[in-house]
């Protein structure tokens, strides 16, 4: 593992008593447990962080494929009018 920094974080002591539980039942020492909580931590945010940006390109998407669609749509009509009215002609 790279250089570790040591740094000081306040934890309640409930929260404390519950990282001492884990570590025990795991055979993990504190900082072992804090790490890797870190770690979920950011790969969490990470995920929820792409969801959000993936939420809002659908979004954009769906309006740019709306406007096309309306767009096809449109010149579809137009060309379903002007055949039946040289049929009818």
Do not use: H, W
């Not at 447990?33 to 790969?43: F, K, N």
């Not at 969490?44 to 939420?55: G, I, N, S, V």
């Not at 979004?59 to 669609?69: P, Q, T, V």
């Amino acid at each position: 593992m790279p250089a570790a920094k040591k740094i000081i974080v306040s934890i309640p002591d409930s929260l404390l008593a519950e990282i001492d539980l884990v570590g025990a039942a795991e055979s993990k020492n504190r900082s072992e447990i804090v790490r890797e909580a870190i770690r979920l931590y950011i790969r969490e945010r990470k995920k929820m962080d792409l969801c959000e940006r993936l939420r809002k390109g659908y979004i954009e998407m769906g309006d740019i494929n709306k406007a096309i669609a309306e767009e096809s749509f449109m010149v579809d009509y137009e060309g379903l009018t002007k055949g039946l009215q040289n049929l009818v002609e």
